[in-house]
């Protein structure tokens, strides 16, 4: 009997170690797309119409809100959408230095992974909001907390587990403060999101889908997002400045920045 | 010509194609351009959803007071919201009575200011009582399947939507110059659209083909004029301040461009289940035969009815309404109702095009058209029109128009039944209406003057044309006992004399 114990905490150990390893730097600083390697890049990808930079703001707007993978709302919900989204200097929250919680935060800069818990680190922005975060993610297999002993929170409660290779993250308990993405995309409290985060190679896919059926007609499957590891073994994330909203009075119109 | 002169010629013919290819694209280009749609250093195409808001006027076509008139207008407000990724969009207007005097058909003269939330999402159509009706409780979303390729020729109408199409026609889009403007033509669900762009390679005009069972092939012509960022949120996104929109060579909307939201806006078009679940396909046409009087049958079904009158050697069909299919069900029915006499003669009511759009089918049949006088140069002019889109019955047959017109009245007899049909004088609805009268069996047929409300249905506000009638009824001195509507239901003449109020 002793020796079948022992067979059986080896397949365990076994199978605990085939999960991925998620640790390492993902895209350092950047939001999304490519591993930008240098200035040069960074600077290529400035230019707008017409080779002014005067335009690269209007543009840059007008494509980050053609997304056509929008969350359905149900109808009632329509005009205050319609309203927090032409109003979003005055309405977003994270405009005004507020965290943007999950799932807006997206995919984590930093990952570090134990046998018990993922630590992720977040480096800020206008679209993470402001402020480095952090989530410490327990992928012990406790369960939840009961919905209602819980705070509403910006991050919520995050608990992970692994599905084949891909780690789940499955989140409740959040505050209706923050939004899902630009846009106006409230929530409510009573939302739940799953993030799937998944490694192929030196390539890492986040997904996020969203229930909230207090708001939403159905869930929102997200976009995924591609982050490369980066390859520096010296990368760190940079420390961000403090945010202090100073702009808004000086605005003249209405466009998103 | 020699075999090499030959060759350069087809080489020729072969570099002028693939030029034109390659034109088409940075025709589109420069036009996606001109309209603000390419953005960053990319040059993507940035529009996705859009919002306009605007005034004027629709026009109910097909619907003309006199034939060849143009179509009677509605004040409108209007709002189009729409998406080119799903492809969907949401039209809500409020139609109202013009002012000054009201003549035509389409539902004028409004009893009241009349709104319409008409949607297509992918290959689903419905009309809302609401925006998002059939997700809120109390609210109705009423399908409407054969409604969703005409929509979505309107989305992919805007200057937006052309030029989207166009770029993904790929290689079959061509472009040319006609009268020094750049024009793009490109295949879509089977016709040809055609693009003319103005002067600063803006979209000045879309013509896109569509079959019609009276026009046959029908253009319908979109013009965009003053172009202008008329968002509240500024976008450098160039729309139309003006929208004028023809068929058959007269407007059906004619908007002023109030306001837009060009900057992806949040619009959604969710399907509801009870849309996503009804029939594709609309139900199949159906006639159902009852008869009124000896040799008197009512042919219903559907929106639209006829009569079918029985004499010693033939039939008389009053009105082969809607289309081809529509004239051939009943064409059917009055041929199994009254067995082995031919369809001689087919009355047709009046002008309006839901009740002349099955009389090419009826023609076909060898039947000879009784129609007012008025109508006669109009029809032939009409029936000239080609119908290549979609050929129908008289278009595949070598049979020639035979129209009988009729003046103020014609009565056809065979000694023992009379049939007698008049010019109704006085209607606001269309100038040449006719109305039937059968003496013996005291049987009056009429379209659109008189339209009886469901059994046990309260009584509506009293309607000017069923007064009209009623005094074209009195002037006659038809003693009319029984009523066969061409819409609505069999009824008696007190339903019509509780209608407008008499005792």
């Known amino acids: 009997m002793q020796q079948c114990f022992g067979v059986f905490l080896l397949a365990v150990a076994a199978v605990a170690q085939s999960h991925p390893d998620l640790s390492g730097v993902w895209n350092g600083a950047t939001v999304g797309g490519p591993y930008i390697k240098s200035e040069d890049e960074r600077a290529a990808l400035l230019p707008a119409r017409d080779g002014d930079l005067v335009n690269f703001e209007r543009d840059n707007a007008l494509i980050r809100r053609s997304n056509p993978n929008k969350p359905l709302y149900k109808p009632e919900f329509w005009e205050k959408v319609q309203k927090f989204d032409q109003n979003g200097n005055t309405e977003d929250p994270s405009y005004g230095c507020m965290p943007a919680g999950v799932p807006r935060m997206g995919p984590p800069a930093k990952i570090v992974q134990t046998p018990n818990e993922l630590i992720l680190l977040y480096v800020s922005g206008a679209a993470q909001g402001w402020g480095d975060q952090y989530r410490v993610v327990p992928i012990d297999g406790r369960p939840h907390t009961p919905l209602q002993d819980l705070d509403g929170t910006w991050k919520g409660e995050s608990i992970g587990h692994w599905e084949g290779d891909t780690m789940v993250i499955d989140s409740i308990g959040f505050n209706d403060t923050s939004w899902l993405d630009i846009g106006g995309y409230l929530h409510s409290e009573n939302m739940h999101v799953m993030e799937r985060l998944h490694r192929d190679g030196d390539t890492l896919t986040w997904q996020a889908t969203v229930e909230d059926p207090d708001v939403l007609i159905k869930p929102w499957v997200m976009n995924p997002r591609v982050q490369k590891l980066n390859p520096d073994p010296k990368a760190v994330l940079p420390e961000t400045l403090p945010c202090s909203e100073r702009d808004l009075s000086h605005l003249v119109t209405k466009e998103h920045h | ?503």
């Open chain 2, 1 to 503: 010509m020699n075999r090499h002169l030959w060759g350069a010629v087809a080489l020729a013919a072969l570099g002028a194609s693939s030029l034109s290819a390659q034109d088409a694209t940075a025709t589109i280009k420069a036009a996606q351009y001109a309209i603000g749609m390419i953005r960053g250093p990319a040059r993507v195409d940035a529009i996705n959803t859009l919002e306009y808001w605007g005034a004027g006027y629709t026009y109910a076509f097909g619907q003309a007071y006199r034939p060849g008139a143009p179509w009677p207008a509605f004040k409108v407000s209007y709002h189009a919201s729409l998406s080119y990724s799903v492809p969907a969009m949401r039209v809500d207007m409020t139609r109202s009575n013009p002012d000054g005097p009201v003549q035509g058909g389409g539902g004028l003269p409004l009893p009241a200011p009349q709104r319409q939330i008409q949607v297509v999402s992918g290959d689903f159509a419905w009309n809302e009582s609401v925006p998002g009706a059939g997700f809120i409780p109390g609210t109705s979303a009423v399908p409407a399947p054969g409604a969703a390729g005409e929509r979505l020729m309107q989305l992919w109408s805007t200057p937006f939507g052309a030029l989207k199409m166009a770029a993904a026609a790929g290689p079959k889009a061509q472009a040319a110059v006609e009268n020094g403007l750049n024009t793009i033509t490109f295949p879509l669900s089977g016709t040809t659209v055609k693009i003319t762009l103005n002067a600063k390679q803006q979209v000045e005009r879309v013509e896109t083909r569509s079959d019609n069972p009276v026009l046959g092939d029908t253009i319908t012509e979109t013009t965009y004029s003053d172009y202008q960022d008329l968002g509240e949120i500024k976008t450098d996104v160039q729309f139309p301040l003006h929208i004028v929109q023809k068929q058959g060579g007269f407007p059906v909307l004619d908007l002023t461009i109030t306001r837009t939201d060009p900057n992806n806006p949040y619009v959604v078009f969710p399907v509801p289940d009870n849309v996503e679940q009804a029939p594709r396909t609309p139900p199949p046409v159906k006639v159902e035969s009852q008869k009124v009087a000896d040799g008197v049958w009512y042919l219903t079904g559907g929106t639209h009815h006829s009569v079918a009158v029985e004499f010693k050697n033939y039939i008389v069909l009053v009105e082969c309404p809607l289309n081809d299919e529509r004239a051939l069900a009943v064409i059917d029915a009055a041929k199994k109702t009254i067995r082995n006499k031919p369809i001689r003669y087919v009355v047709n009511t009046h002008h309006h095009f839901d009740h002349l759009g099955g009389l090419r089918a009826c023609a076909a049949e060898g039947a000879t058209i009784l129609t007012q006088t008025a109508n006669q140069a109009y029809y032939e002019t009409l029936w000239a029109q080609p119908h290549t889109l979609n050929p129908d019955r008289l278009a595949k047959s070598s049979r020639k128009l035979v129209i009988e017109p009729i003046g103020e009245k014609r009565a056809i007899t065979d000694g023992a039944r009379t049939l007698e049909l008049y010019h109704l004088q006085g209607s606001n609805h269309a100038d040449t209406m006719l109305i039937g009268y059968l003496p013996k069996e005291k049987v009056l047929i009429e379209a659109d003057v008189f339209n009886p409300p469901a059994a046990n249905a309260p009584p509506g506000a009293v309607v000017r044309e069923t007064v009209n009638l009623s005094d074209n009824l009195k002037r006659l001195k038809l003693d009319v006992q029984q009523i066969t509507p061409l819409h609505g239901r069999l009824v008696g003449i007190e339903d019509l004399r509780r209608a407008i109020g008499e005792k």
